[in-house]
Nanobody, 122 residues
Framework: VQLVESGGGSVQAGGSLRLSCAAS????????MSWFRQAPGKEREGVAI???????RYADSVKGRFTISRDNAKNTLYLQMNSLKPEDTAMYYC?????????????????WGQGTQVTVSS
């Protein structure tokens, strides 16, 4: 099983980034996929989840700014991040949970990527 994130980088406040997560080694379409993030000294927090059935859920802090999507033909998960703020600075991880799942709790998830760093400067 592999989850490989990409697309992170440094951007000024108000800018945009698009993260990708390439999945392999499992039946991607059978899993709910999510993005989490972790800032230094803070707990890992859920950002967004895309259920196996396409349903979505977002953390309040990113609603209206971030969009999660998935391409089952490419086994890839995306996170479009707009209007970025300095408080969005963190390591971003994608994670997979078998079945239909809508709760953004890190302990629930089966597989994790290594993360991609996002830094937003003011």
């Amino acid at each position: 099983v592999q989850l490989v994130e990409s697309g992170g980088g440094s951007v000024q406040a108000g800018g945009s980034l698009r993260l990708s997560c390439a999945a392999s080694g499992f039946t991607y379409s059978s899993y709910s996929m999510s993005w989490f993030r972790q800032a230094p000294g803070k707990e890992r927090e859920g950002v967004a989840i895309k259920g196996r059935d396409g349903a979505t859920r977002y953390a309040d802090s990113v609603k209206g700014r971030f969009t999660i999507s998935r391409d089952n033909a490419k086994n890839t998960l995306y996170l479009q991040m707009n209007s970025l703020k300095p408080e969005d600075t963190a390591m971003y991880y994608c994670a997979a949970k078998y079945g239909y799942w809508y709760r953004l709790m890190a302990a629930d998830f089966d597989y994790w990527g290594q993360g991609t760093q996002v830094t937003v400067s003011s």
